[in-house]
């Protein structure tokens, strides 16, 4: 049965068909209302990562303005949002401006002349993000099952006879061509570890990731360095790959040295959210 109010199945099955995707979008979910409204508590809409409305319904336009431009900043942070649609008068008796975030409430000008007032919640629903590990070392086999327990979408890149050693790739290539989905965020580690060193960096040098890594001593890394800007690659891109890959948490094996790169990860991914430290 569909829900006329919400669009219930509409919802499910727009939002069933992005995450099909890989695409991201917002759920937007009305979740109180006082006087006249369009649309009631309950009421929700899936906005893609466009800016557009695809599905649902949340109301005219005295809201709709409000609640896309939370969308996409919801997309571009990750973070969800609560904003409040009120009739101007209303938000000067709590002394608010539009554009105004209070107490984790941003507020918003109502011009409909019902004079209603709408809260809705806002929720970015991004893919998972991808994590590239380069190499089949014992860090590589480590690092891949460690990733897929934290909701990553793993992709192994290993010659085909070392296949074999990873269980929890959902990605197989063969050689060191890397790919990823736009909107998702990517994460690329080199792990070969004396195998194909400077063929697997210069592949995550050239790669569009977030964050990209290196396991090995720094010494090692500064010899690659004098070798790729040899060959005409960028020094300050060069710079970027986190060299050695992980957090100085003082590890020794392979799934302690794991266990670095994923928190080092972690920071760089969660960078910015529930007031973390603003890591470069």
């Given at each position: ?80 949002r609560l904003i409040s ?72 890149c290993a010659p085909a ?120």
């Open positions: 049965m569909v829900d006329v109010a919400t669009g219930a199945t509409d919802i499910l099955e727009t939002a069933a068909r992005l995450k099909a995707e890989g695409r991201p979008f917002a759920l937007a979910t009305v979740v109180r209302t006082v006087a006249a409204t369009a649309a009631k508590a309950g009421a929700k809409a899936v906005i893609d990562e466009t800016g557009r409305i695809t599905g649902g319904w949340i109301g005219g336009g005295c809201a709709r303005g409000a609640v896309l431009k939370a969308a996409r900043e919801a997309l571009a942070d990750g973070a969800p649609v009120q009739p101007e008068d209303l938000l000067a008796a709590h002394g608010v401006k539009p554009g105004e975030t209070r107490e984790g409430v941003a507020y918003a000008r109502s011009m409909c002349p019902s004079r209603g007032t709408m809260d809705i919640f806002i929720e970015p629903v991004l893919p998972r993000p991808l994590l590239s590990v380069m190499g089949s070392s014992p860090v590589a086999v480590a690092l891949a099952e460690l990733a897929s327990r934290f909701g990553y979408e793993v992709a192994v006879e070392d296949q074999a050693a990873f269980t929890a790739a959902e990605r197989r290539i063969e050689t060191y061509a890397l790919s990823s989905r736009p909107g998702t965020r990517h994460f690329v580690v080199v792990a070969t570890q004396g195998r194909g060193d400077e063929a697997a960096l210069k592949a995550a040098l050239s790669a569009d990731a977030d964050y990209r890594a290196f396991v090995g001593s720094r010494a090692k890394m500064a010899t690659l360095r004098e070798r790729l800007v040899a060959q005409g690659i960028a020094a300050a891109l060069i710079d970027t790959v986190h060299a050695p890959a992980g957090l100085d948490i003082g590890a020794i094996t392979p799934q302690e040295i794991a266990l670095s790169i994923l928190a080092e990860i972690t920071l760089n991914r969660r960078r910015g959210q529930r007031g973390g430290p603003a890591q470069t």
